[in-house]
C-alpha cells in the first residue's frame, strides 16, 4: 500500500512460510526461498510482494501485476502473467485474510490512540491553527497553517491536515491525508476501519484494513459522514467533490472531482465514480461498480450495474431515466 506508518507492520516473510499457512502442499518453483515483503493489490504490488485475484473484473489489471505470487483459483490464474506464482486457493478472501494477518497483526480491529494528547501541549506545533476546546491530538500529526479544529475532536497519530482547513466539532480522523482548503463538518468520522469480514459459522473472521483515506483538495464532508479507510488499497475522494450529510463511503471507493452527493447516500466497497457525478439523496451504490464521468443519479435509486459516462438512471433497479418516466407514466 501506499503507506505502512498507520499500522505496525511484520515481516519480510520467507515465501515458502506464506505458502505453508495458505496450506498449499505441493508447489515446484525456485522462488519459495524469496521474501515476500507486503500484501498488496494487484496494481501496487512489485517483485517483493505477494497480491490476490478473486475476480474475472481485474483481469486487465491482472495482465499487468508485478507481484512475486498471487492468491487466486485456478480458473481465474490464467489472468495473470507467466512471471506471477499461482497460488490456487477455494477461498481467496479467507485466505487473504490469514496472510494479512501475518504482516499486519493489529489492524483487523480499530483500538482507541495511545498516544492522544490535549492540544494545549501542543501549542509551539501548531502556532498558526486554531483550537476548540478539549480537542486531543497523536504523535506525529501535521496541521497546516490557518486551520482551525473545533471542540471535543480527535486527531489519531500520523494524520496528516492541509492549509486552511475547517475541521468541525466531534470529528474523528484517523488512518488519513487531507489536502488544502477542505471542510469536514460536525460529527464526521474519516479513516474508520470499513465493514471487511469472512463469515464463518458461529466466528466471522475480522479482515485487517490497511488503507488510508485521501481527501484531496477543496472537499467538502457534512456532517456525521464515515468515510472508511481502504483494505489494501486507499479510500480516495477527489477535488471540489461534496458530500452532503450522513453519506457513507467504504471502503476503497474513489470518487472523482466536482462531484456532488446528497444525504444518506450509500457506497458499497471498491465502487469507482468519475469527474461530475450527480447522486440524490438515498440512492445506493452497489459494490465494485465503475461509474462514469457526468452520471446523473436520481434519488432512491439502487445501482447495481456499471453506467457509462453522461448516464442518467432512476429506479430500483436504476434505469436511463426515460425509461423510468415512461413506465412511470404507464402505470398512472
Known amino acids: 500500500m501506499s ?6 507492520k511484520k515481516g519480510p516473510f520467507p515465501l515458502k512460510e506464506i505458502i505453508k ?12 526461498n524469496s521474501k515476500i515483503h507486503s500484501i498488496e493489490s494487484l496494481d501496487k504490488a512489485t517483485k517483493n510482494d505477494i497480491t490476490f485475484l478473486n475476480s ?24 495473470l502473467p ?10 481467496v478472501l479467507y485466505t487473504v ?29 501548531y502556532k498558526k491553527v486554531k483550537f476548540g476546546l478539549n480537542v486531543l491530538i497523536g504523535k506525529n500529526v501535521k496541521i497546516g497553517k490557518n486551520s482551525y479544529i473545533g471542540s471535543n475532536t480527535i486527531i489519531e497519530s500520523n494524520v496528516v491536515i492541509g492549509d486552511n482547513c475547517i475541521i468541525g466539532s466531534l470529528v474523528t480522523i484517523k488512518n488519513s491525508i487531507i489536502s488544502n482548503k477542505v471542510h469536514i463538518q460536525d460529527g464526521a468520522k474519516i479513516g474508520v476501519k470499513g465493514f471487511g469480514f469472512i463469515p464463518i459459522q458461529d466466528n466471522n473472521l475480522r479482515t485487517p484494513h490497511v ?54 447516500v450509500g457506497f458499497a466497497g471498491s465502487s469507482t465514480l468519475g469527474n461530475n457525478v450527480i447522486i440524490g439523496g ?6 465494485h461498480l465503475k461509474i462514469g464521468n457526468n452520471v446523473k443519479i436520481g434519488g432512491g435509486s439502487g445501482v447495481i450495474n456499471d453506467l457509462p459516462d453522461n448516464s442518467q438512471v432512476m429506479g430500483y433497479p436504476a434505469i436511463p431515466l426515460r425509461n423510468f418516466i415512461r413506465v412511470n407514466r404507464n402505470e398512472k
Open 3 to 8: 503507506s505502512s506508518k498507520f499500522y505496525e
Open 21 to 32: 499457512i495458505i496450506g498449499i502442499k505441493e508447489i515446484s518453483t525456485n522462488n519459495k
Open 56 to 79: 474475472s473484473k481485474y483481469k486487465e489489471i491482472a495482465k499487468k501485476t508485478k507481484a512475486l505470487a498471487c492468491i487466486t483459483t485456478s480458473n481465474l490464474s490464467k489472468l
Open 82 to 91: 507467466e512471471t506471477c506464482m499461482k497460488l490456487n486457493v477455494k477461498n
Open 97 to 125: 485474510t490469514h496472510v494479512s494477518k501475518l504482516f499486519y497483526p493489529a489492524a483487523d480491529i480499530d483500538k482507541p490512540d495511545q498516544h492522544l494528547k490535549g492540544s494545549s501541549k501542543f501549542k509551539t506545533s
Open 211 to 264: 488503507g488510508r483515506v485521501i481527501l484531496n483538495e477543496g472537499v467538502e464532508i457534512g456532517s456525521n459522514c464515515t468515510i472508511d479507510r481502504g483494505s489494501m488499497s486507499d479510500t480516495v475522494i477527489g477535488k471540489n467533490t461534496f458530500l452532503d450529510n450522513q453519506v457513507h463511503v467504504a471502503h476503497n471507493v474513489h470518487i472523482g472531482k466536482n462531484c456532488m452527493i446528497a444525504g444518506q
Open 282 to 287: 438515498q440512492a445506493g451504490i452497489s459494490g
